[in-house]
């Protein structure tokens, strides 16, 4: 077997399945199970990284057919630049998450049995892979079954809760109403590939060789889009992923909201950019408002919440958004054939796709540890970790800088790209686009101002303070695996955000397949690898190395300076202007610092919030107790899903009437449909 | 005539940063007292100040974390560095590639982000309350920034400070109503970002309406220190990036050194201009009730967005 990088992929499948074979064989020693399980899957993981950027690096195309399946029908493999990135993403997180969880998984307790989390994990991992891998069909989608059903077992594992049994049902309704929508985009691009005649459209290759007409290309897309929405959780269709992500154990929840969502945005990606080729620039327009819209939202929903893994997930429906923002005005700006700002924006999407996984899964490995160590998702019963988990503290704060765009951690350079991109739209020659556009600019600059004070109010309440909560546990530093696995996560954090032009580059291979055009960020001059400059020198530049050089410069002179002349630091009780009766309770908490947000954009939520106070009886005046009531619903619950639940149930009630158990009812039935029958036939 | 290095202009920029930014807000408070009437305790105020605070001890909450001990540090170092950038004296600088006016917001942004940390470290009930407020502001002016920005971008086709000063600077000073537009719009960014009345007051210690004092009332001597220093330079860097943007004429395009010297004075005319008109708004409108800045940051976004309409229209 010669050694190429669909060959390595394969084998790093292959090598997922042994931790699987590991939990029949060794039961009875849960250390050595656990150990040897996630080494050997973030070994595994390691590897379809390696693939991944072999494939990027290179710039060839691997295709294989592999003969299972249904008889005549293939699996048709294929590693093309696309493939190899979104391999590299799901490859580098999973080899982080692995790292994690073989610390994290002991921390689960022996309530149940582990063996059941080692066997879907690895499967999960397998079912991601193979989706990228996929170059048909039916292995496509059969992957993506596999995956949606492994993680709908790992939603699941802490089974005990009615909330989790119910969040992972909703998970499955709503995956599996995408999947029928993908499965429909294909029937249809299958279809049209072929006219209608034989099922050899089903490859993905035929479909890029067929003509769509205008009509079935925009049925094929929206049906892909759907579908594929449903499963990043675009809004409106964002209501599983605050449900399910927290109540899965939290090395998955990095998974599935790393990557797992990524395989989505591949999704859209090679469906309209690979498969079926040239589109109308509303498509485009179409990811842009939905993307924008989940932008927005997804950070104001965050905002409200104070449960940190939900938190959390809502920023994934908002990172999503950035994503989409990014390829939608790829599409817009491929479809007025511009090709150059296209790859600008392709490459601004792929690049935050990768950071988000990196970022995201790191946020979520830190709010698995605080989970861990308080045994509380609350953050408002919280506070003060980071002088009790110094490390964590430090690994979740870079998350928190990340994912809150600011300089010099990579969540800024995809926006940056993404701004460059939007400052660009002004040259297309549609007039209505020129003066629309922009203002999208506009707020993706809000959210990326709201994200940051989310995070403001994340780390502030959780790591920073006193100790909120009433019992306080015993609370300490996580264990060297989980930290090693949230280190790793960091430094790619910053590597991604202070030497971008590396993966600027190799993204431009996905670009020149992709839109035709390429950035060539690094066409000369010495020292080249410094400085971003997506389009013209002269036009915008960014070195967030310089930028982190100068900032660690300066400070070190201002700290030798100042601090080693008299670093005299007496410490003392806090002054807050001399208010005595300070206690742990006026803290400000989550819901009290989000107060001012609430009230501006209270108009997009549902709010209720009750007040009563508890008067003294002797003097009315100085009441004993004040209760505070706060809840803050989505609603587009109650807008779209609860109608849809209620006529389900209804429809079901009518049907159900028909049923009343008495057999001569049945054989009336029975009667009554064959005489219908004949009559339509004669 | 003698050409100045790049380096050499560099390093000018930041000494002069660093010298001038409390003389200018000095100037500040002298027009403030002599339009209310008071006698002003001079220009060199803020030095005292400064140089006082530095020769104090520090009393730290026993609480404190190092991300306490860490902002004061980033607070003081984040402007240098901007300085570095943003064309002042010249355009000619030998970093100003590094870093676009998009990245000098973020950078901004990222002090900001440390400066609510802090504010919240020491879990008293008035840091939360400053963190929240300014995090809420911030997240208003935002838009409004972006869309100035857009519409001085499209003027100048680049978002690099020294290009566009450049640009600006060689055409022919006329009003073009799409940066007026956006000037209003990145006037009222200055007073948000410099925490001043209507938005802030500096000089409040009064629970109701404090902001950014609230978020660093806990620090003392050096730190605080460098906090204020840090934030006089904030100023007056966002009055100079403003000066790049709309008004560069004047600036230096080349090393010449009679050129920076011209350059030099015409800088501290405009930014004494520009500091007139901030002692202006600050003593003809009171303080705005928290919520109330709504309207105010909208009117801005508003101003900037009509700037860009503006110049799709008629330009």
Redesign the interface.
């Known amino acids: 077997m010669i050694l190429s990088p669909i060959n390595l992929a394969i084998f790093s499948i292959v090598l997922l399945f042994v931790p699987v074979l590991l939990c029949a064989l060794i039961r009875q020693n849960p250390l050595v199970l656990r150990v040897m399980a996630f080494s050997l899957a973030a070994f595994a993981s390691f590897l379809s990284f390696i693939a991944g950027l072999w494939t990027l690096s290179s710039g060839v195309t691997n295709q294989l057919i592999l003969p299972i399946g249904l008889p005549a029908l293939p699996f048709h493999l294929r590693l093309d630049p696309l493939a190899g990135f979104f391999l590299m993403v799901v490859g580098l997180l999973a080899f982080f998450v692995s790292i994690y969880s073989i610390g994290y998984v002991q921390g689960l307790g022996t309530k149940r049995p582990i063996s059941r989390l080692i066997v879907f994990y690895n499967l999960f991992i397998v079912g991601m892979l193979c989706v990228i891998l996929a170059d048909d069909a039916l292995s496509f989608l059969i992957a993506w079954e596999f995956m949606a059903g492994a993680s709908y077992f790992l939603v699941l594992f802490e089974d005990e809760h009615v909330e989790n049994r119910r969040a992972a049902f909703l998970y499955l309704v709503i995956a599996h109403i995408g999947a029928m929508a993908i499965l429909l985009a294909f029937g249809v691009m299958a279809g049209v590939a072929t006219g209608f005649g034989n099922f050899d459209g089903y490859t993905f290759d035929s479909m890029r060789q067929a003509t769509f007409s205008p009509q079935w290309a925009t049925v094929a897309f929206v049906l892909a889009f759907f579908g594929f929405a449903a499963k990043a959780g675009v809004i409106p269709l964002h209501v599983w992923l605050p449900e399910a992500h927290p109540v899965a154990p939290s090395n998955v929840s990095a998974l599935m909201s790393g990557v797992m969502l990524k395989t989505a945005i591949y999704g859209i990606v090679r469906v309209t950019f690979d498969l079926l080729g040239s589109f109308p620039w509303w498509w485009g327009a179409l990811v842009l408002v939905l993307g924008l819209i989940s932008a927005v939202m997804g950070v104001l929903y965050a905002l409200m919440q104070h449960d940190l893994k939900k938190l959390l997930a809502y920023h994934s429906v908002e990172n999503i958004g950035i994503i989409l923002i990014g390829i939608g005005l790829a599409m817009i700006f491929t479809s007025f054939k511009f090709t150059t700002m296209a790859a600008l924006a392709l490459i601004a999407g792929l690049y935050h796709t990768l950071n988000h996984a990196m970022f995201k899964g790191l946020l979520f490995m830190g709010a698995g540890a605080v989970v861990h160590a308080t045994h509380e998702r609350n953050m408002d019963e919280m506070?003060?970790l980071?002088?009790h988990m110094p490390w964590t503290?430090v690994f979740f704060?870079v998350g928190c800088?990340s994912i809150?765009?600011?300089?010099p951690f990579n969540g800024?350079v995809s926006e940056?790209l993404t701004?460059?991109a939007?400052?660009l739209s002004?040259s297309l020659p549609a007039?209505l686009m020129?003066?629309i556009i922009?203002?999208g600019?506009?707020?993706?600059?809000?959210t990326?101002?709201?994200a940051?004070?989310c995070?403001?109010?994340v780390?502030?309440?959780t790591f920073?303070?006193?100790w909120r909560g009433h019992n306080r546990p015993h609370i300490y530093e996580t264990c060297w695996p989980m930290r090693i696995g949230m280190m790793l996560a960091a430094m790619s954090c910053l590597l991604l955000g202070i030497v971008p032009t590396f993966l600027v580059n190799l993204l431009d291979g996905i670009a020149e397949t992709m839109v035709g055009s390429k950035l060539n960020v690094a066409a000369s001059g010495t020292y080249n690898w410094m400085?971003l400059?997506p389009m013209q020198?002269?036009?915008?530049?960014?070195?967030g190395f310089?930028?982190l050089i100068?900032?660690i410069i300066?400070?070190s002179i201002?700290?030798l300076l100042?601090?080693l002349k008299?670093g005299?630091?007496?410490?003392?009780?806090?002054?807050?202007?001399g208010f005595e009766k300070?206690n742990?309770n006026?803290?400000?908490n989550a819901i009290?610092?989000?107060?001012?947000?609430r009230?501006?954009f209270g108009f997009y939520f549902n709010i209720r919030e009750r007040v009563r106070l508890m008067p003294q009886l002797t003097s009315p005046a100085f009441p004993l107790k004040l209760y505070y009531n706060l809840r803050v619903r989505d609603r587009f619950w109650g807008w779209i899903y609860k109608p849809i639940i209620e006529a389900a149930f209804g429809i079901s009630r009518q049907m159900g009437k028909l049923q009343q158990g008495q057999i001569h009812l049945y054989l009336i039935y029975s009667f009554v449909t064959i005489i219908v029958l004949l009559a339509v036939v004669l | 005539m003698k050409e100045l290095n790049p380096i050499f202009i560099t390093v000018l920029q930041v000494v002069i940063v660093l010298a001038i930014a409390p003389v200018f807000i000095g100037w500040l408070n002298m027009l403030k007292c002599w339009s209310q009437g008071r006698s002003s305790a001079g220009l060199l105020q803020p030095y005292r100040d400064i140089a006082k605070l530095f020769v104090k001890d520090i009393v730290l909450a026993k609480n404190a974390s190092w991300i306490f001990r860490f902002t004061p540090y980033l607070v003081f170092s984040v402007p240098v560095v901007a300085s570095v950038i943003i064309p002042i004296i010249s355009t000619n600088l030998l970093l100003s590639p590094t870093a676009d006016i998009i990245v000098l917001i973020a950078l901004f942004a990222t002090a900001r982000f440390f400066t609510a940390l802090a504010g919240m470290d020491i879990g008293t009930a008035f840091g939360g309350m400053g963190a929240s407020r300014e995090m809420m502001i911030a997240s208003l002016t935002e838009p409004a920034i972006l869309m100035a920005i857009f519409t001085v971008s499209l003027a100048g086709k680049s978002t690099s400070l020294a290009h566009i000063a450049q640009v600006f600077a060689s055409s022919v000073p006329i009003m073009r109503p799409s940066l007026v537009f956006a000037a209003i719009a990145f006037a009222v960014v200055i007073l948000v970002e410099g925490g001043r009345i209507p938005v802030d007051n500096p000089s409040t210690h009064l629970e109701l309406t404090m902001v950014h004092e609230a978020m660093i009332l806990e620090y003392s001597g050096r730190h605080l220190a460098l906090i204020e220093w840090g934030s006089m330079m904030r100023v007056f860097l966002f009055v100079t990036l403003g000066v790049a943007c709309f008004v560069p004429w004047g600036i230096a395009k080349t090393g010449n050194i009679t050129e920076i010297a011209l350059s030099f004075f015409f800088m501290i005319i405009k930014v004494g201009i520009i500091g007139a008109g901030i002692v202006f708004v600050e003593t003809g409108i009171a303080k705005m009730r928290l919520f109330r800045l709504t309207e105010f940051l909208g009117g801005a976004f508003l101003m900037a967005t009509l700037g860009m309409l503006s110049f799709f229209i008629l330009e």
């Not at chain 1, 809150?404 to 300089?407: D, E, K, M, R």
């Not at chain 1, 009290?592 to 947000?597: L, T």
């Open positions: 506070g003060g980071i002088h503290a704060l800088i809150s765009a600011l300089p800024f940056w701004f460059q939007f400052l002004p007039p020129k003066l922009p203002l600019a506009a707020l993706l600059a809000l990326g101002a709201l940051a004070a995070f403001v109010k780390f502030g309440v920073l303070g006193h400085w400059t020198p002269e036009r915008a530049s960014y070195s310089i930028v100068g900032i300066t400070i201002a700290y100042f601090h008299s005299k630091i007496q410490r003392g009780d806090i002054w807050d202007c300070l742990h006026m803290q400000y009290s610092f989000s107060m001012p947000i009230r501006i």
